[in-house]
């Protein structure tokens, strides 16, 4: 499994980014992906999850309501549409691989590089 975010750049408060998780290696069909952050001087942080199918999703409580987790498995491709942003999600974000939905980063076994997300003015 090789995984590869994209899709980060600079965005005002109140805008939208849609990042992408692809993965160039075998299928992401059995595994779940989560998106994590992490800003600079902060440990990194869950964001949000979902199952190998698409039917469960779990999110933060500073993300809920804002942000969305798809997954298109025929693309091999997990989405995070991120609206409504705020100067607080600035970060680098990373997508990662797993047999199941967690928000622990121990429970991950693959990894990606991350895509930076600035929101700011």
């Known amino acids: 499994v090789q995984l590869q975010a994209s899709g980060g750049g600079l965005v005002q408060p109140g805008g939208s980014l849609r990042l992408s998780c692809a993965n160039t290696?075998?299928?992401?069909?059995?595994?779940?992906v989560g998106w994590f952050r992490q800003a600079p001087g902060k440990e990194r942080e869950f964001v949000a999850t979902?199952?190998?199918?698409?039917?469960?999703?779990y999110y933060a409580d500073s993300v809920k309501g804002r942000f969305i987790i798809s997954r298109d498995n025929a693309k091999n491709t997990v989405y995070l549409q991120m609206n409504s942003l705020k100067p607080e999600d600035t970060a680098a974000y990373v997508c990662?691989?797993?047999?199941?939905?967690?928000?622990?980063?121990?429970?991950?076994?693959?990894w990606g590089q991350g895509t930076q997300v600035t929101v700011s003015s």
């Open positions: 990662a691989a797993g047999p199941y939905t967690d928000s622990r980063t121990g429970q991950y076994d693959y």
């Open positions: 290696g075998i299928s992401l069909d059995d595994y779940a």
């Open positions: 979902i199952t190998w199918s698409g039917s469960t999703t």
